[in-house]
């Protein structure tokens, strides 16, 4: 994931792309520091995917913030369509129902004390693919 970051910011300043290319050298200088921060290694695609959210979670603040003053949010929508074109194709609600119900299936017993283990299953068989809060709604309201 590195290396396809690098690739597109040779790019974005080959083509003069400023907002691009400044975006892409901040994301790609945090998303190395934390596999450097960590045995000065070369950070794992989920590591990078986590730099990503973080970014998106801090620009949308900004666009509230902006569209709370009254002023243009342009900049950070393009920036924000930039990021999200890194993260894995999400899950439409339909998709993460039908994923949450093929686990509540297979569970002994189906009650809200369930709802970890629901969370830790969805988590390792589809990471990174749905928003934490939405699956957490669905999960509540399937095991009551």
Same mark, same amino acid.
């Given at each position: 994931?590195?290396?396809?970051?690098?690739?597109?910011?040779?790019?974005?300043?080959?083509?003069?792309?400023?907002?691009?290319?400044?975006? =892409?050298?901040?994301?790609?200088? %945090?998303?190395?520091?934390?596999?450097?921060?960590?045995?000065?290694? %070369?950070?794992?695609?989920?590591?990078?995917?986590?730099?990503?959210?973080?970014?998106?979670?801090?620009?949308?603040?900004?666009?509230? =913030?902006?569209?709370? %003053?009254?002023?243009?949010?342009?900049?950070?929508?393009? %920036?924000? $369509?930039?990021?999200?074109?890194?993260?894995?194709?999400?899950?439409?609600?339909?998709?993460?129902?039908?994923?949450?119900?093929?686990?509540? !299936? $297979?569970?002994?017993?189906?009650?809200?004390?369930?709802?970890? !283990?629901?969370?830790?299953?969805?988590?390792?068989?589809?990471?990174?693919?749905?928003?934490?809060?939405?699956?957490?709604?669905?999960?509540?309201?399937?095991?009551?």
């Amino acid at each position: 994931m590195l290396a396809t970051i690098r690739k597109d910011l040779f790019e974005a300043k080959k083509n003069h792309d400023t907002v691009r290319s400044n975006l =892409l050298s901040t994301l790609l200088g %945090e998303a190395t520091a934390v596999g450097k921060n960590a045995g000065n290694r %070369e950070s794992t695609p989920e590591e990078v995917m986590q730099v990503v959210r973080k970014f998106i979670k801090n620009i949308d603040e900004t666009i509230a =913030l902006l569209e709370k %003053e009254g002023k243009p949010t342009e900049k950070e929508k393009t %920036e924000k $369509a930039i990021l999200e074109s890194y993260l894995p194709r999400q899950m439409t609600p339909e998709e993460l129902g039908k994923a949450i119900d093929e686990i509540i !299936a $297979a569970l002994p017993e189906k009650s809200p004390k369930m709802m970890g !283990a629901v969370m830790a299953q969805l988590k390792e068989r589809h990471s990174g693919r749905y928003d934490g809060r939405t699956a957490s709604q669905l999960v509540k309201e399937k095991l009551t």
